[in-house]
Nanobody
């Protein structure tokens, strides 16, 4: 089992920045690729960014490429999402997730563990 806890969400004005963190406990963190997803009201959960279990390889949704950066610190069992140049359409609940399968993976059903989510609201 892996337990994931997100933090760092909040209210920010358009153009601002936030840094999300996801702390993991349980089985070896470095055995999992990590992903960030988001879900806006009335919409399906969508992939935002992913990072390979050893770091060094990342992948992003087109909508956030160039604005968001995913990183991880395996010594601290933590994955981060730095979000810059935020837009109102980035408003959503953001979830981190762990995947023990094949890299890269963008579909929710292949992720084994999920956090409870953290709300990000971007005002115009």
């Amino acid at each position: 089992q892996v337990q994931l806890v997100e933090s760092g969400g909040g209210l920010v004005q358009a153009g601002g920045s936030l840094r999300l963190s996801c702390a993991a406990s349980g089985r070896s963190f470095s055995s999992y690729d990590m992903g960030w997803f988001r879900q806006a009201p009335g919409k399906e959960r969508e992939f935002v960014a992913g990072i390979w279990r050893r770091g060094g390889m990342t992948t992003y949704a087109d909508s956030v490429k160039g604005r968001f950066t995913i990183s991880r610190d395996n010594a601290k069992n933590t994955v981060y999402l730095q979000m810059n140049s935020l837009k109102p359409e980035d408003t959503a609940v953001y979830y981190c997730a762990a995947n023990s399968g094949i890299w890269p993976e963008r579909t929710t059903r292949h992720y084994d563990y999920w956090g409870q989510g953290t709300q990000v609201t971007v005002s115009s």
